[in-house]
C-alpha cells in the first residue's frame, strides 16, 4: 500500500507570499493528484501529473519520479487560496487513491 | 462545476438505520468511485465501478454495499448505520477504467445520530 505524507500540515503566510507544499510517497506510481478542498467541504481536482511540471495560473505542481516527491507552489498567495490542500496517489487497488492527510492553508491578507 | 452529481446533500438519520446514497458520473465517464471523509481517518478509497462491474475494493466495511446500473449511475447503501459513519461521502468519476483524472462530486455529509 501506497504512504503518502505532506508537510506541512498547517501553513499560516501573508497575502503575496510564495507558497511551497510538499508531498511524499513510498511506491512508484503512475500519476500524482493535487486537490483542493475548500471550507464547505467540495473537492476540486487541480493537477494530474506524472513527469516535470504543470503550471495553472499561479499555481504550479512538480513531480520527482525518481525521489517519489512533489510540490505544489502558489505564487503571488491570495486569501481566495486558503483552503486544504490534498496529494493523492493511486494504492487503493485499480485506481482508486491514497490520500496525504493534507495541508491547512491560511492566507491572511 | 465537475458535472458530477451527488444527492442529498445533507442526510440525518438515527442509529441503525439504512441509507442510500447517488451518484451521476459526467457524462461519458465510465467509472465511479467512491470515497469517505471523517475527521478520524482522513480521506479512504471505498470501491470503484466501472461499467457496471465492480473493480475495487478499498476500506468498505460490510455493513456497506454499492452498485452502479446501466445508466451508469451509482448508489452507495449504508447499512446498521454507526455513530462513526457519520463522515462525507464523495463520490468521483473517470473516463476509463484506470482514470486518467477523477472528477469529484459535491458530496452527501451524513449525520449519524
Known amino acids: 500500500k501506497n504512504e503518502v505524507e505532506q508537510s506541512p500540515q498547517n501553513l499560516t503566510a501573508q497575502e503575496g507570499e510564495f507558497i511551497t507544499i510538499n508531498c511524499s510517497y513510498s511506491v512508484g506510481i503512475s500519476a500524482l493528484h493535487w486537490l483542493q478542498q475548500h471550507p464547505g467541504g467540495g473537492i476540486v481536482s487541480l493537477f494530474m501529473l506524472s513527469s516535470g511540471k504543470k503550471k495553472h495560473g499561479r499555481l504550479i505542481a512538480t513531480i520527482n519520479i525518481q525521489e517519489k516527491h512533489s510540490s505544489l507552489h502558489i505564487t503571488a498567495s491570495h486569501p481566495r487560496d486558503s483552503a486544504v490542500y490534498i496529494c493523492?496517489?493511486?494504492?487503493?487497488?485499480?485506481?482508486?487513491?491514497?490520500f496525504g492527510k493534507g495541508t491547512h492553508l491560511i492566507i491572511q491578507p | 462545476d465537475s458535472g458530477v452529481t451527488q444527492t442529498p446533500k445533507h442526510l440525518i438519520t438515527a442509529t441503525g438505520q439504512r441509507v442510500t446514497l447517488r451518484c451521476s458520473p459526467r457524462?461519458?465517464?465510465?467509472?465511479v468511485y467512491w470515497y469517505q471523509q471523517s475527521l478520524d481517518q482522513g480521506l479512504q478509497f471505498l470501491i470503484q465501478y466501472y461499467n457496471g462491474e465492480e473493480r475495487a475494493k478499498g476500506n468498505i466495511l460490510e455493513r456497506f454495499s454499492a452498485q452502479q446500473f446501466p445508466d451508469l449511475h451509482s448508489e452507495l447503501n449504508l447499512s446498521s448505520l454507526e455513530l462513526g459513519d457519520s463522515a462525507l461521502y464523495f463520490c468521483a468519476s473517470s473516463v476509463g477504467e484506470r482514470g486518467p483524472e477523477q472528477y469529484f462530486g459535491p458530496g452527501t455529509r451524513l449525520t449519524v445520530t
Open positions: 493523492a496517489v493511486p494504492g487503493g487497488g485499480a485506481d482508486g487513491l491514497t
Open positions: 457524462s461519458g465517464d465510465l467509472s
